[in-house]
Every structure is written in C-alpha cells, then in structure tokens.
C-alpha cells in the first residue's frame, strides 16, 4: 500500500484545530512587529533629541527622517500581513471539510486541507478501522526545502540547534540549481529534526510550541533525552499520526468512484490503491496519474 507508511525525512505537519487558531491575535510584547515598532520610536525620539540640539548635518537628519518613514512603511505591510493572512485562517469548526487555506509568511509557504473526524478503514486489505476524534489542518505535500530552509535560518538565530542542515530532495534531485532545489521535499533529517523544525515554525508565527520536555520547549535535536518529548495540547504544528496521515492520504468525500470504501458515512480509497487513484497499484496507468514511484520518477523526489 502506498500510504501505509511514510519516512520522516519526507516531513509533513499539520496544524490541530482542536484550539481557538486566533491567529489575528498572536502578536505579544515581544513578537517582531512590536520590537520593530518600538525599535523604530526610540529612533525617532533620537532624531527628535539631534534636532532640536542641532547636532547633526541638516541634510543627515532629513535622511534620518526618511528612513524613519521608510520603517513605519515596513512595519505596517508586517501588520498587514499577520492580519488579513493569519486572521483568515479560521478554526476548524468554522471551515468546510477540505476547505485549502494558503498562507504565506517569512518565506514559508503552507497549503494546508481541512480532514474530517471519523472513522475509516485502514490497513493494505481494508482489514481493520481506525479513528480520528477531531478535525485538523494538514500540509497538502511534504515540506519543502524552500520553507524547510527558511524556518532553520531564523530558528538558528533564535536558539534553535538541528542535527542535520537536511538537503533537498534525494537521488537525482537537482541541488546546485536554488531555484529547482527549492520545491523539492526536504530529505536527510531525523525525527528529532522535524519536531524541533516543527516547534521553531510555531514560535517563529507566533503559535504555541506543541513539543516540550519537562515543560521546556524543544530546541535542540541533538538531545537524545528529548526522544522522550511530550507533546502538549497547543496551537502550533507537529507531525500527523498515523491514523491522520492516512485518514488524509483515504479521504475521497462524497466521491464513491474508483472502488471507494464507504464508512462513517464518507469514502475512502481502498488500502490497495495510491492516495486517490481510480484502480489498484497493480494499474500503472491509474497509479501514474496521482503518484510518483520508482517507474515514473527514475527513483528521484519530485517538486
């Protein structure tokens, strides 16, 4: 079965939706905007101090004044972008199932799907069911290397430590080229890796880190003890588990083609098909049309 299982080094993360997800609410006295804005006031009360005391070039504090400007400029797009983007993504309660929500921010990209609470078949042959209690967003594709890359160098700033810088793709995926390495999935990374990567992009979008140890935050993936980690009840991303990762990977709606299962009064792709093809894995043709695998990707990731 194509979806049974899934590596970490290809990483997903999804956001829970068990929580209140205000995310036009997630800026603190020490997020970015609010060090940006009051960075840019003692600025200006300096500029303030030099010109009434004549202490600088005339031109100089003209330009000062410019760039002054130019920072309230920067610091209002900030805004701006937290809160017609974060705030529009709404709690799970609020959305329809498979809603997409795509939210862009600091060079990460998140493409996101709405998966239903239920109850599903699971297993190669149909054998068994399992369950979900709540619904949740999870990411539409394995995290890229673009967004992969973009998290670790703030987190790295913000004392974070990953055991592995992780690269992108595998086999013949194009590395030297940044704009063909960008989309592909992130590979060579372990466990510890994806759920400090995980933590560092909750905090970094000002969310609540799922991942702690004695109730410390997660940084370091190179702590062994941190195998241990206990995963609270909080607003920021973690890996699915396996139910949820195949819940997404079954789930056809109210679409009963290609020989669906019916349970819980939803279909689901039979355990002997690639996620969403209309015949078996036996069908080449089928499971071309929604998936890569050894015959049709030359053994490479794809973007």
């Known amino acids: 079965m194509f979806f049974r299982s899934m590596a ?10 068990s929580g209140a997800l205000a995310f ?17 006031q003692r600025l200006e009360a300096d500029l303030q101090r030099a010109g009434d005391g004549r202490s600088a070039h005339p031109d ?22 937290e809160e017609s983007q974060w705030g529009a993504w709404s709690a799970a309660e609020a959305a329809d199932i498979g809603s997409r929500s795509t939210q862009s921010a600091r060079g990460v990209d998140l493409h996101m799907r709405l998966a239903p609470a239920a109850v599903f078949p699971i297993g190669a042959d149909d054998d068994d ?16 290397y673009r967004s992969w890359s973009a998290v670790v160098q703030w987190a790295e700033q913000s004392g974070y430590v990953f055991a592995s810088a992780g690269q992108p793709g595998s086999g013949r995926a194009v ?28 905090e ?38 396996n139910e949820e990762w195949e819940l997404a990977a079954r789930y056809q709606g109210n679409d009963g083609s290609g020989g669906a299962l019916a349970s819980d009064g939803l279909y689901w792709t039979p ?9 078996s894995v036996e069908n080449v ?17 794809q973007p």
Request: proline fraction near 4%; include cysteine; aromatic fraction near 8%.
């Open 175 to 202: 590395r030297d080229d940044p704009e063909e390495a960008a989309p592909q999935p992130v590979t060579n990374i372990n466990w510890r890796d994806a759920v400090v990567w995980c933590n560092a992009l909750s």
């Open 24 to 40: 036009g609410e997630w800026k603190g006295s020490d997020d970015p905007a609010s060090s940006l804005e009051d960075l840019i």
């Open 60 to 81: 100089f504090l003209a330009a000062l004044e410019d760039y002054v400007a130019e920072l309230y400029e920067i610091l209002a797009a900030i805004e701006g972008v």
């Open 271 to 279: 355990g002997s098909h690639a996620s969403g093809s209309s015949a």
């Open 204 to 241: 970094m979008l000002g969310l609540d880190p799922v991942y702690r140890h004695q109730g410390s935050v997660i940084r370091d993936a190179g702590n062994e003890a941190y195998d241990e980690a206990e995963q609270t009840v909080a607003n920021g991303f973690r890996l699915p588990t």
């Open 8 to 17: 970490v080094a290809l990483l997903l993360v999804l956001l829970l939706a």
């Open 129 to 144: 069911h399992g369950s979900v209690d709540q619904n949740f967003w999870i990411a539409e594709t394995p995290v890229t």
């Open 285 to 301: 043709r089928a499971t071309e049309a929604v998936a890569w695998f050894r015959q049709n990707s030359d053994g490479a990731t």
